[in-house]
């Protein structure tokens, strides 16, 4: 496996916060009140269990930021090695315990009354209970997606590291995507493989989906393209079957994103390599289209242009889209935000960018893959390795 870059943990968790209350003192923000699991590490450092989505609001965390000094922190599980001042755990989905709840708000922040208080969810309970009284509530988006956008050197590194085990695992998956495999037993190999090499949590159910070679065969969308993901069956592979992958977890909470289109038992016939050659001019001029300062416009007209001026991406979908602490996150391009957003919206060094054109040759084949770009300060280095078919050697990739 190959070695992964360091990080500076407690670095990185002062840098976060030293930002969000950056933002906080600019926007007027007095404190935050934070129950979103991504929201509470950046904030804290505290990466909470990876859980199913329904039962997502389980033992989950709260952290309390004030304009300055510590994060209080309410986990239920114990912790340690981080800067923040910790508390026993709160049910904030429990009438029965907002009085503790309100008694967290008052040790970490005082009196709520006409304070500036960004919150990312409010409960029912909390709501009845009114505990934060007399405060003007402000989206906590407002102060995270800013100080959440641009991403440190270890925030960089640690998502490297999370693609790097992706990759390992993947590598794995791919040995056993063969004529008569069935998917589940696929997707098994990559979660064990995840466990085996240090991953902290799945963050993506892993997708390897058969897809058709042409949008009548469907199913379809309401967009009236190719539905992807779908993945509620269990199908057995056989010889030639176009699949796409995508899947992601987390390495200190940072996700990772894999995507790619394999061919089930065979190499790819000339017509399939040809929509990976198309796939790959699309991704140059993406790729040398980002730099500090070009919007996500000018990447958008850039993939569009390689592509003889077919958008190449999927219309539910979008040409890119950040991630970070979440598996999506901004900045997206070719979103329904629309053209103008994307004009308006400049890059910067820091931000991440995981572009993933779709090539698609209706009747023949496709082509899907993913690359994880991160802005520099002239251009963008790729955290990706080999995306397709056959390494990049013309661009020096692979590790």
Known sequence: MSPLPAVDRARMRRERL??????MERQQVDAALLLHGPNVTYASGHVPD?????????????????????VHLFVHDEVDHLDATVGAGLWPELDDDMGALRRAVAEAIGDTADRRIAVDTLTGAMARADVLAGAELVDASRILGPARVCKTADEVACIECSQIINEQAMAVARARCVPGASRSRVAGSYLR????LGADHNEIDPIFQVMPRSRSAGPRTSTGDV?????IDDPVFAEGDLVWVDAGHGYEGYASDFG????????????????FDRWVAVMDASYAAIRPGATLGDVGRAATAANDGVTPWLPHFYLAHGVGLDSAEMPMIGSDLGPEFDDGYQLEPGMIVVLEPVIWDDGVASYRAEEIVVVTDDGGRILTSNPGYAPFEHRGQGR
């Open 227 to 231: 539905a992807f993901p779908t993945g």
């Open 260 to 275: 790619r289109t394999w061919i089930v038992g065979r190499d790819p016939t000339a017509e399939e390599r040809a929509c």
């Open 18 to 23: 030293d930002r969000l209350q950056t933002q």
């Open 50 to 70: 990876a859980v199913d989505a329904s039962h997502i609001n389980y033992r989950r965390p709260v952290a309390i930021v004030p304009a300055a000094g510590p």
């Open 193 to 196: 493989a995840l466990r085996e």
